[in-house]
């Protein structure tokens, strides 16, 4: 089974500036989570997608965004980019039970930098 | 109050050797995950060991194993015949089942280095 996909790789983008980061989950996966994990910060919950429903929401500003799609492959977007923002986001993806045994499998990372 | 602790911010291990890595949690939740993931520098988390808090036997996965000790509320990992693939940042991470569904959340990681 092919593992958790996550494009692009790295991004360089300029203060003010909006990204789109794409993530495909394994095959039957229904749940998606993101991540933003920084040096000072570590690794902080984004959100969660379930069946295109955001189920989780994380304490961040609504410059962040998401979505997901029918076939489960989700989109996060931060609009007005702030220095602040350059981080590795990581994508997660699960079968989406929510039970305690519910295995989180993360794709390789996007490193967006922001100058 | 911090949910997951990860005691040990670096260690450093000889080739072949074992090493315990530390992970302390807090709920109240009687139903809970317990996970361990593995980070080399590429950045990919990767998924290494699951301890469920009703089982009753200690997890297990090849040199990987979790000592779990649950009325200390501790889960530590314990790494037998190091490699020098191993080393990487490991991350103890928690899914408690309260209400709802829940997210994970994760320690700050303990950096493990294994030299020859």
């Known amino acids: 089974k092919a593992g958790v996909t996550q494009t692009p790789r790295y991004l360089i983008k300029t203060r003010g500036q909006q990204v789109t980061l794409s993530c495909s989950p394994i095959s039957g996966h229904r749940s998606v989570s993101w991540y933003q994990q920084t040096p000072g910060q570590g690794l902080q919950f984004l959100f969660e997608?379930?069946?295109?429903?955001?189920?989780n929401k994380g304490n961040f500003p609504g410059r962040f965004s998401g979505r997901q799609f029918s076939n489960s492959r989700s989109e996060m977007n931060v609009s007005t980019l702030e220095l602040g923002d350059s981080a590795l986001y990581l994508c997660?993806?699960?079968?989406?039970?929510?039970?305690?045994?519910?295995?989180?499998?993360f794709g390789p990372g996007t490193r967006l930098t922001v100058l | 109050a911090q949910k997951i602790t990860q005691t040990q911010p670096g260690m450093f291990v000889q080739e072949k050797e074992a090493v315990t890595l530390d992970c302390t949690y807090d709920?109240?939740?009687?139903?809970?995950?317990l996970f361990w993931y593995k980070q080399p520098s590429s950045g990919e988390m990767i998924f290494l060991i699951y301890?469920?808090?009703?089982?009753?036997q200690n997890a297990t996965e090849g040199r990987y194993s979790l000592n779990f000790q649950k009325a200390r509320k501790s889960a530590n990992l314990v790494i037998s015949a190091s490699q020098l693939g191993d080393s990487a940042m490991y991350f103890c991470a928690m899914r408690e089942v309260d209400s709802g569904y829940s997210t994970l959340t994760f320690g700050k990681g303990t950096m493990l280095l294994v030299s020859p």
């Open positions: 709920t109240s939740d009687p139903s809970y995950g």
């Open positions: 997660a993806s699960s079968s989406g039970t929510g039970g305690r045994t519910d295995t989180q499998y």
């Open positions: 997608y379930f069946s295109e429903t955001q189920r």
């Open positions: 301890q469920g808090s009703y089982d009753q």
